[in-house]
């Protein structure tokens, strides 16, 4: 049909209305509506093909997972940087970051009596990795409360408990608390000030191998290991001094805590260059046996 007769059925009654676009193509046809299904549809024929063309044999790049999910994340490892940012905190963090094993390693090396062939070698490497001051804390924390909390249990056991007696509670309560607040100052200061009188006299020895405060106050924190029993067999003996041979037995087993103490003292200053004692040595030892009387007085 020509354009002459397709433009005669075309009627034109010269008012605006629907007429005006029959030559325009209406968009709620279904030829020109958007199909969703069709665009997913080529999606998925393309996925398809892809894994067709992969089964054919050709080579793809694997899909590598990120590196936090190939390996591990191990906490015992020691961070990659090193250096923390400057500040008091971070400054003494590195002193609190020790492993289990470490602590337990260090706790046995207070009681035993033999010598560790790097404290023998005096190796700087490793006396510099064993500095720490949370067994000074939390050890010398343990023997003040192992020491007020056996005194109560042992009153309330042998007064209410076997004698059926009640004693003052104003006067025991008294008695308790000033017993701690003597603890506390006595064994901190022991582990804190007394590492600074003897850094000063160590410094004058050319041989030690103490260069800080620090070491030292880890080295008198640990060595409180060996009051705990001590201490516990005292208050035990203490309820009981009625005589003149408990009291001996109190200074014979308070002379025992403080030679166990002493040698492992000994240990950590003694640098195996020479066999007799320095006077560093000395002094340090006579402050520690000072300390040993001075607690058996002021507790006992």
Do not use: C
Not at 234 to 241: A, K, S
Not at 255 to 267: C, E, M, R, V
Request: aromatic fraction near 12%.
């Amino acid at each position: 049909m020509d354009r002459n007769s397709v433009s005669s059925f075309e009627i034109d009654d010269g008012l605006e209305g629907v007429d005006d676009f029959t030559n325009e193509p209406n968009p709620f046809d279904d030829a020109n509506r958007f199909n969703g299904d069709t665009a997913i549809a080529s999606d998925r024929v393309e996925s398809d093909s892809a894994i067709k063309n992969k089964q054919q044999g050709q080579e793809q790049e694997p899909i590598v997972p990120p590196p936090s999910y190939t390996e591990p994340v191990r906490i015992d490892q020691p961070s990659s940087n090193e250096t923390l940012p400057p500040g008091l905190l971070n400054y003494y963090s590195r002193y609190f970051q020790l492993t289990t094993d470490d602590f337990k390693n260090r706790l046995y090396d207070s009681i035993s009596f033999k010598n560790k062939l790097q404290d023998v070698e005096g190796n700087a490497e490793s006396e510099e990795n064993k500095t720490d001051l949370y067994g000074a804390i939390w050890i010398t924390a343990t023997l003040v409360m192992v020491q007020y909390v056996t005194k109560g249990f042992i009153g309330l056991i042998v007064d209410d408990i076997v004698q059926g007696i009640k004693n003052d509670t104003a006067y025991d309560r008294k008695e308790t608390f000033l017993g701690l607040i003597h603890s506390i100052w006595l064994f901190y200061g022991y582990v804190f000030i007394v590492p600074f009188i003897s850094i000063q006299i160590l410094r004058r020895d050319e041989n030690t191998k103490f260069k800080s405060v620090i070491d030292l106050i880890s080295v008198y924190g640990y060595a409180n290991t060996n009051w705990i029993p001590i201490f516990i067999i005292e208050d035990i003996l203490q309820r009981f001094n009625t005589s003149k041979i408990v009291y001996i037995v109190q200074w014979a087993i308070l002379a025992i805590g403080s030679a166990k103490t002493g040698i492992h003292l000994y240990k950590k200053l003694d640098n195996g260059s020479n066999s007799k004692l320095s006077l560093s040595t000395i002094i340090i030892l006579s402050l520690h046996t000072a300390f040993s009387i001075a607690a058996m007085f002021i507790l006992f």
